[in-house]
């Protein structure tokens, strides 16, 4: 999977506990819609879990370590 700058950023966001997609939409300045789009591509990339109108990093060794990463390093 080829990342976007905006796949790190809702990546990065997901990682600092903004879970929503209304919110992680306001703090990167993008649409709803893309937002949405992108989530789906890293929920199919076993990267984050959708649940509930949430999206929460997966529960997967890739997935932790790169949320780590992203923290550290934005």
């Given at each position: 999977?080829?990342?976007s700058t905006t796949s790190?950023?809702?990546l990065e966001q997901v990682a600092r506990g903004n879970t929503?997609?209304?919110n992680i939409a306001i703090a990167l300045k993008k649409s709803y819609k893309q937002i949405y789009r992108i989530s789906q591509s890293?929920?199919?990339s076993?990267?984050?879990e959708y649940n509930h109108g949430l999206i929460t990093p997966a529960k997967t060794v890739h997935?932790?370590?790169l949320t780590q990463l992203l923290?550290?390093?934005p």
């Open positions: 999977m080829m990342f790190f950023g809702v929503t997609i209304k890293l929920v199919e076993d990267l984050v997935a932790g370590m923290i550290k390093h």
